[in-house]
């Protein structure tokens, strides 16, 4: 098949919502449909010891929360559906935002109970950044929620995007009946757990029939009118800009609307898209292979212990065993045993194209936001690293384990999973940093599973770290004789200044006007 073909059939795209919201069911859903999985599990359903299938990490199994993302691949209808499953959870926001940067499109999860929550609003704003089209799924209708029109609302104040219902819901809790298509002019009638939704043509947006109590079909029939009386219309160029969000209504746990949803997210999601280079815009049917590496995972295979980066695929076709240009280390290296996934299940691929993400073996050699191509120097937009807010001293609970902590440490660190940071004053001394405090819970139980290595965790009193630069080296010098105290160096020797408190910023911005204090760090790229 041609290479313009291949990519037209990609569809890469994130699940993003707020804890609790129903993500995890609805991607083992979509991947039912997408028969890439035959039996869903259950993050609640832990005494029969079924599992979500994209949470593999026995943190995630014990806590039934998602920490970390989890990459799937599967066809439906003669695509090829590229679908990552992202941490819910706010303490884990800068894996979302590494994903984000790897996909085309963005689907957002709400709960018809509780609207657009506090979580939902952060990972909408990454989207917001890269201006990602976004399509919402208002999940769980079959149970007590806030009216409908009163959600969209919602999503147009809080969020600030336009909305455009491609489906509406007759009824809600225990009288929820099915939704309306309103393109197709079909009722879609819910049955609990059906495989697929009964579909009855209608004449008018109001002939309901006997399946629909008369006072429900009503307040349907006057929801419609105002919908299209008043209601955005829909434009897919303003979609594709970000600026308006198609919404489709269902219960992901029931299957009712999954299908629909997934038949519009090959329909109207983007294709695989042109990606932002220092040098140019690097188009998907360019025919050179390019790619950037957007996450690394340590021990996914515990047995192995091996290194997995996951590698969002710009342009060309990728072929296994193929030579690429490390752009970072100016250097050519094989490409070995490339992967695809489901969760933690793995599949040699021989080939793959612009849209695809691709699990590559690392030797070490690779970082977050490293360029890939067939020998262009090309520079992939940089995925920025957050200043953490949250700061523990480790303290190893067998001195003689200090050298796996070391190699814990700085792999987890490459992960992005954790900032290391060694004091100036005390290079023994080693310092973790993370933005949300669940972060170090997760990397105290992985050093222990994976590594083999038991530590305490002691808080210190720092909420902010800030990267330091500066034009003039002898002003940096006499900031570091006189800050030694509060400054470490991270894992790229780059000198960070710890804060424990907000004023204390200000302070040194005004007496250092030669120094730059930097809230994010490239320096992931840098040798």
């Known amino acids: 098949m041609p290479l313009r073909d291949e990519i037209k059939k990609r569809r890469t795209f994130a699940i993003i919502s707020h804890p609790d919201a129903g993500k995890t069911t609805l991607t083992e859903k979509l991947l039912l449909y997408g028969k890439a999985i035959t039996m869903a599990g259950s993050v609640k359903a832990k005494r029969s010891k079924k599992f979500a299938t994209s949470d593999w990490m026995e943190l995630e199994k014990q806590r039934g929360i998602s920490v970390t993302s989890s990459v799937m691949k599967f066809p439906y209808r003669g695509h090829e559906i590229n679908l990552i499953d992202t941490p ?11 994903t984000v940067s790897a996909v085309d499109s963005v689907l957002m999860l709400i709960d018809a109970a509780n609207g657009v929550e506090e979580q939902t609003k952060k990972l909408f704003d990454v989207c917001r950044l890269r201006n990602t089209p976004i399509m919402a799924f208002i999940n769980k209708m079959d149970r007590p929620g806030r009216p409908p029109l009163e959600l969209l609302a919602e999503i147009e104040q809080v969020l600030g995007i336009a909305t455009y219902p491609l489906t509406w819901p007759i009824g809600q809790g225990d009288l929820f009946r099915g939704v309306y298509h309103r393109a197709t002019k079909e009722m879609l009638i819910y049955q609990q757990n059906a495989e697929r939704s009964q579909i009855v043509p209608m004449a008018t947006h109001t002939s309901f029939g006997d399946e ?3 006072e429900t079909a009503e307040e349907v029939a006057g929801e419609l009118e105002l919908l299209e009386g008043a209601g955005e219309a829909f434009a897919p160029e303003r979609y594709m800009r970000g600026e308006l969000a198609p919404v489709l209504f269902g219960s992901a746990l029931n299957n009712f609307g999954v299908e629909i949803l997934l038949d519009y997210l090959i329909s109207l999601a983007p294709p695989p898209q042109p990606r932002p280079a220092s040098e140019r815009w690097v188009a998907p049917t360019d025919p050179a292979f390019s790619g950037f590496i957007f ?10 212990r091996d290194r997995v980066a996951f590698m ?20 050519l290296m094989r490409l070995g045993r490339p992967t695809q996934f489901m969760a933690q299940d793995r599949s040699l691929v021989d080939e793959a194209y612009a849209g695809d993400i691709v699990g590559i ?14 020998g262009e120097s090309l520079h992939f937009a940089d995925i920025p690293v957050f200043a953490p807010e949250h700061f523990v001293k480790v303290q190893l609970a067998e001195p003689l384990k200090s050298k796996q902590l070391s190699k814990g440490l700085d792999q987890l ?12 004053t005390n290079s023994n001394e080693q310092i973790l940093g993370v933005v949300g405090v669940l972060q170090i819970d997760v990397v105290q139980f992985r050093l222990q599973a994976e590594y083999g290595v038991k530590v305490a965790m002691h808080p210190i009193p720092y909420s902010a770290a800030r990267w330091i630069s500066a034009t003039n080296q002898a002003a940096l010098d006499k900031f570091t004789s006189e800050q030694g105290q509060h400054l470490c160096r991270d894992i790229h020797g780059n000198i960070t200044l710890l804060l424990d408190h907000s004023w204390r910023l200000k302070y040194h911005q005004e007496r250092h006007p030669d120094l730059t204090f930097k809230a994010t760090s490239d320096a992931v790229l840098a040798e």
């Open 88 to 98: 819910g959870h706010q303490d884990f926001s800068e894996d979302t935002y590494r």
């Open 212 to 214: 629909v109590e008369a």
């Open 295 to 304: 996450k690394i995972q340590a021990n996914m295979d515990a047995a192995h």
């Open 312 to 331: 969002r695929i710009c342009s060309g076709q990728f072929v296994r065993g193929m030579k690429a240009f490390h752009v970072r280390h100016k250097r």
């Open 361 to 374: 073996h690392d030797p070490g050699v690779f970082k977050i936001g490293d360029s890939l191509s067939e």
């Open 413 to 424: 660190s490459e992960e992005g999973a954790v900032q290391v940071f060694r004091s100036l």
